[in-house]
């Protein structure tokens, strides 16, 4: 059995909403693949993705499956069964530890999220579900997959990867009233994205939520160093950053962006250039507190060391064009 610390003040505040709960969970995860209690909430489960996420409530202090017709507050997702991902166990402890890095160090807001155990010994990862208000009403939101028009029947099965992430901008300009706050926060999110290793940031994975009257990029979720997984690409969308500009001569002999091509996309997309520059500043060297993440993550050691590993080489190649 993993030995799981009791959750802090401050994930119990952010998470759980000031309320006691416990890290342990009553249920196996293996007694729930291939039942109809999987089946039905899965079903149920509206956000994206492909990977198994169960619908969860908070009751008399534990973790447990909501009911049919019963309204979730936190989203349950515990390795994929998908078996022909040899490290597929360790997916939870790495979202965990990419969205704690993204929030503790870059001030990236994310949904409030953290790890709990099975019956049967499995490590789950938790997210409180931010499209769920305090009082139990749920806020509109759509992903931009719904706001750049992208659908299977017009785009093809795998029209969530179809597009640039110019089509995000384009559509935070669109219907954001203040989309230059917003859209440093996508841009920040970009870059993010990349430096960590986040292949699979298809439209899905960002959104707009409504707040009052207006629509807002709604908080970061499923980051996930994906790198250390699956070989796959830079970015989750085909067409990278943008098919309207010139990619740097780094970008031509390697493949891969480096700062200059994000500095360009930052222009690209209405950034003021000193800001987009302050923002890419924090992303030339590895953060001592990013060290500090991943050795206090509960990936084992050796998925630590390549975890770190992938980061300083995304790292040194952002920065080859400024040496």
């Not at 109809?36 to 447990?64: H, L, N, T, W, Y």
């Not at 179809?162 to 219907?175: H, L, M, N, Q, R």
Request: glycine content about 8%; overall charge negative.
């Amino acid at each position: 059995m993993i030995e799981m610390p009791a959750y802090s003040p401050r994930v119990l505040k952010t998470l759980f909403f000031g309320r006691q709960v416990s890290p342990y969970l009553d249920f196996s995860i293996k007694g729930l693949k291939n039942s109809d209690v999987a089946v039905s909430a899965m079903e149920r489960i509206s956000v994206s993705g492909v990977q198994e996420k169960f619908p969860a409530v908070i009751d008399g202090g534990k973790i447990r499956l909501a009911r049919e017709g019963e309204r979730s507050t936190h989203i349950l997702k515990p390795a994929p069964w998908d078996e022909t991902i040899a490290t597929r166990r360790h997916i939870p402890a790495n979202e965990h530890l990419t969205m704690q890095i993204a929030s503790q160090e870059y001030g990236i807001q994310t949904a409030a999220n953290g790890l709990c155990v099975s019956s049967d010994g499995q490590l789950v990862y938790i997210t409180r579900r931010f499209d769920i208000l305090p009082d139990g009403t749920k806020a509109e939101m759509e992903d931009f997959a719904s706001v750049c028009e992208r659908n299977e029947q017009t785009d093809g099965l795998h029209f969530k990867y179809s597009g640039t992430y110019e089509d995000i901008a384009v559509g935070i300009k669109k219907y954001v009233s203040v989309w230059m706050v917003d859209m440093e926060r996508f841009f920040d999110l970009v870059v993010f994205n990349y430096i960590y290793g986040n292949g699979d940031d298809h439209l899905k994975n960002f959104s707009l939520i409504r707040q009052g009257e207006d629509y807002r990029l709604a908080p970061a979720y499923d980051l996930l160093n994906t790198s250390l997984h699956v070989q796959g690409d830079d970015f989750g969308l085909d067409g990278g950053l943008s098919v309207n500009m010139f990619r740097s001569d780094e970008y031509e002999r390697t493949g891969h962006p480096c700062r200059d091509d994000f500095e360009r996309f930052a222009s690209l997309i209405g950034l003021v250039p000193i800001r987009a520059a302050k923002l890419l500043d924090r992303y030339m060297t590895v953060p001592e507190e990013t060290l500090l993440l991943i050795r206090c993550s509960f990936l084992p050691e050796k998925m630590q060391r390549h975890y770190l590993r992938i980061v300083k080489e995304r790292v040194a190649r952002f920065g080859r064009s400024a040496t």
